[in-house]
Structure formats: C-alpha cells, structure tokens
C-alpha cells in the first residue's frame, strides 16, 4: 500500500512538472519581442519631411551610427518646419510596443521654442503614403516625448491626438494633448524606456516599467481638417495604422525598437 501511494506520489509531481514546463514555455513564446531596428541600417523604415517626397531622407536627418538609430540636424542650415517622421513599413493593431531613447545636444536653429527636447512616437497613424508633401504630422495617437532642462519639470508620456478623439475617465476629450496622470521629468542625456499598450480599444503608457496613463475608444474627428478625411460614420475606430518616430527639430537616439504583438 506504500509502495502503492509512493507511485501514485512520483507520477503527481511528474505530471505537475511537465505542465509547470509546458506552461513557461507557452509564457515564454507568448512574451517574445521581435526587433523593428536591426541596428545596421534603415531597412524596413520610410522618411516622410514636410516639404519633400515620401522617401526623400533630406540632410540625412535619419540616420545609424554604431548600432543607433539617430535624428540629426547637423547638414540643416536652418530649420525651416521640416517636420517629419520616420515610419515602419507596416500597420499594427494589437500590441506592446517597447521603445528606449535619449535626446542629445542642442536644438537646431530656427527650430520653435517647444522643440527643445521634445518628438514622439507615433501610433495607430494613416498611411505614410496619403501624407501631403507639405503636411507636417500624420493623423495618428501619439506617445509625446519630453526632455527637462536641468530644472523644469516636463513631463514624459502625454498623449497627442491629432485628427483623433479619445476617452479618458469615461470622458470623450477632444483636446489636442493630455497630462499623463503620472508626471516623471528625465533630465540630461539618460537613456528611457517608453512603452505603449494597445489592446482591443484599449491604450496605455508606460515609462520605464511604470503605468503612466491609460484612454479608450479613439475616433476619427468628423470637424478636423485632416481627421474628416477619414471619418465614417458606420465605423469610426481607430483599431489600426502606422508607427513613426518624429523629428521635431531635436536631435535623438534611439536603441532599441521592440515589438510584441498580441
């Protein structure tokens, strides 16, 4: 009879051991990030700057340079609204995207005076190919991108929507940006980890590990130049599109450009 429950012992841990396995496993295939950036070049990412062509990469502002990926200013007489970003080659609908960057050196001139330290990822955006060759942003969420001074508190994470409305607090909000709730300011040259969730209508951001903000349900804007566009009534979510990095006139690294896909 003890031999009997000793066997019966063996194949229960046996059983709870493989499942244990299998489980981490599974977790571990589930919660694998494929690299956007292969830090040899631009493969797989297109430059769109107001005033030129989609494709046209003027004054080499993207650019890599030892394993980085740089937005750079240094062949710009002056900056002039080139406004632009840089986009990956696909759309996404359900998925965490995990980004780590620090701004460096000293804004361009001409650059606007809310350029300083300032770009964004860019989300849920329209085709790079329906961009005007003079427009300056894509309809798209974005995930703002702020550096301090040394000082001034500047809060990293805010959510921009241009051509898009979102709820936050249960509150359709039509603003142009939004506070994160939670307000972390990154002074100097530091490198941070920015990550934005977007799950079945549901969006949040992180920095560095940290739950910042969270918004629902955004809609194209019937009464925006630039949202019309692609307003309808039958169906007017915002469920997928293109991710972009801006280049507002700030110079900024990029190393790592993680996505994971649900």
């Known amino acids: 009879m003890k031999f009997i429950s000793f066997l019966l012992l063996v194949f229960l841990m046996i059983t709870v051991s493989?499942?244990?396995?299998?489980?981490?496993?599974?977790?571990?295939?589930?919660?694998?990030?494929?690299?956007?950036?292969?830090g040899k070049d631009l493969?797989?990412?297109?430059?769109?700057?107001?005033?030129?062509?989609?494709?046209?990469?003027?004054?080499?502002?993207?650019?890599?340079?030892n394993g980085i990926l740089s937005i750079?200013?240094?062949?710009?007489?002056?900056?002039?609204?080139?406004f632009?970003?840089?986009?990956?080659?696909?759309?996404?609908?359900?998925?965490?995207?995990?980004?780590?960057?620090?701004?460096v050196g000293d804004t361009v001139p001409g650059a606007p005076k809310w350029g300083f330290r300032d770009s964004g990822i860019q989300y849920h955006g329209q085709d790079p190919k329906t961009i005007g060759v003079k427009q300056a942003?894509?309809?798209?969420?974005?995930?703002?991108?702020?550096?301090?001074?040394?000082?001034?508190?500047?809060?990293?994470?805010?959510?921009?929507?241009?051509?898009?409305?979102?709820?936050?607090?249960g509150k359709k909000t039509e603003a142009y940006s939004t506070s994160p709730k939670v307000a972390h300011t990154f002074h100097g040259d530091q490198w941070v980890t920015a990550e934005i969730e977007c799950k079945n209508g549901e969006f949040k951001h992180?920095?560095?590990g940290e739950e910042i903000m969270e918004y629902t349900n955004p809609q194209f804007k019937a009464n925006h130049e630039l949202g019309k566009l692609f307003y309808n009534q039958q169906n007017n979510a915002v469920s997928k599109g293109y991710i972009s990095l801006q280049s507002n006139s700030h110079p900024i690294d990029f190393r790592k450009i993680e996505i994971q896909e649900y």
């Open 43 to 65: 493969t797989g990412w297109t430059s769109k700057i107001s005033g030129y062509e989609l494709g046209e990469n003027y004054a080499n502002t993207f650019r890599v340079d």
């Open 18 to 38: 493989c499942n244990f396995r299998k489980s981490s496993t599974e977790t571990i295939v589930d919660s694998q990030w494929v690299s956007l950036f292969n």
């Open 137 to 169: 942003f894509p309809v798209c969420l974005e995930y703002n991108l702020h550096g301090g001074n040394g000082s001034d508190e500047r809060p990293v994470g805010e959510i921009c929507a241009n051509g898009i409305s979102v709820v936050i607090d």
């Open 84 to 103: 632009g970003a840089l986009y990956y080659n696909k759309q996404f609908s359900n998925y965490r995207l995990r980004v780590e960057y620090r701004f």
């Open 72 to 82: 750079r200013y240094d062949q710009y007489d002056n900056f002039s609204n080139e």
């Open 206 to 208: 992180f920095v560095n």
